[in-house]
């Protein structure tokens, strides 16, 4: 069998640009060549690699078989070769350039936050977009390549994407109310008591709202119905101030609030017996697409989301988080 010789980009290019048109001239225009000289350069390609590519005839040009699955692959490969080009030209700048990941409402003020605050004090040029939602918004943005990577809660999370998911640890949430709230934070709570009270939260996944249920009742259709779902914290924090609301939420989410004498966690003797098996645990973990290699800014942004998680998550096994390092404590 004859090996194929190795592959020109540039013919791969004219590729994709005759399926984008449908027509010689139009792609030749674009390539910045004559009509003779671009289709020239793809029948060298179809000649190198044994296959016709693209079936001509009078008024058409529409890709063959084995020419559909060639330009799906060559876009992937202009793409990361793109990618490549422009990490170079920031890396001989010293600019690392711009980045987009995205956060679940928790994960953002737990993980993500601090991490983008360590990044910009050392790279102060670098300029982050933060896109904040459920996990299966931030799966189908990075489905559609708009976010570089994004950490969630995987307990609801969709095998079905192609994703590599790297996980970073467990997080316990909590019950939080107001100072002067009704139930008194300082004094054990039933669940009987808290029942009586309104519950807030982000978008629960469906695993943990049955387990929940299980705990504070449920409605007609056998789930949990907070009264108030909000995937921006700082609303659900606004809410928990102004009401007799009983908001779930992780530790990490209201600890200036409850350092500041605003907020008090409360203690649920039946929950908080049951440790790192609670329902009120959200698994965390940061996702990525499996077949592109990431930019440089955003493996320096990962690793620090590591380093964040290692010292204020539970690892998988249940064990304490790590003590944070005198430079993070520092920032």
Do not use: W
């Not at 095998?159 to 467990?170: C, W, Y």
């Not at 009270?197 to 007609?220: I, M, T, W, Y």
């Not at 949990?224 to 924090?237: D, H, Y």
Request: charged fraction near 25%.
């Amino acid at each position: 069998m004859n090996a194929t010789p190795p592959l020109n980009l540039r013919q791969l290019h004219h590729v994709v640009l005759l399926a984008d048109e449908s027509h010689f001239g139009r792609a030749a225009a674009r390539a910045f060549l004559s009509q003779p000289a671009f289709s020239r350069s793809v029948a060298t390609l179809e000649q190198a690699i044994g296959m016709r590519l693209f079936d001509r005839g009078p008024g058409f040009v529409r890709p063959t078989t084995a020419g559909t699955q060639v330009i799906a692959r060559a876009r992937r490969l202009l793409s990361s070769s793109a990618d490549l080009s422009r990490e170079l030209a920031l890396l001989r700048s010293g600019d690392l350039g711009d980045l987009t990941v995205g956060a679940g409402p928790f994960s953002g003020p737990t993980l993500m936050a601090s991490a983008i605050a360590g990044l910009q004090a050392d790279h102060p040029s670098v300029r982050v977009r933060l896109e904040i939602a459920s996990p299966m918004v931030l799966q189908q943005m990075l489905r559609d390549e708009k976010l570089d990577f994004f950490i969630a809660d995987l307990t609801e999370f969709s095998e079905q994407t192609p994703s590599s998911v790297e996980p970073l640890g467990t997080a316990i949430g909590g019950l939080y109310v107001r100072v002067g709230h009704p139930l008194d934070a300082r004094k054990p709570a039933s669940l009987s008591d808290i029942r009586r009270h309104r519950l807030a939260s982000v978008h629960l996944p469906l695993p943990v709202n049955r387990q929940l249920s299980k705990f504070f009742g449920s409605d007609e259709t056998g789930l949990l119905s907070p009264a108030m779902e909000c995937e921006s914290v700082l609303v659900l924090r606004e809410y928990a101030l102004q009401s007799d609301g009983v908001v779930i939420a992780p530790q990490e989410v209201f600890a200036l609030e409850v350092a500041a004498g605003r907020m008090r966690r409360l203690k649920v003797p039946e929950l908080d017996k049951l440790g790192v098996r609670t329902p009120l645990r959200m698994q965390l973990g940061l996702v990525r697409l499996p077949d592109r290699t990431p930019s440089a800014v955003a493996r320096l942004l990962a690793e620090r989301v590591r380093r964040q998680a290692a010292q204020s998550l539970l690892a998988a096994r249940g064990a304490k988080p790590a003590k944070p390092s005198k430079r993070s404590a520092a920032r």
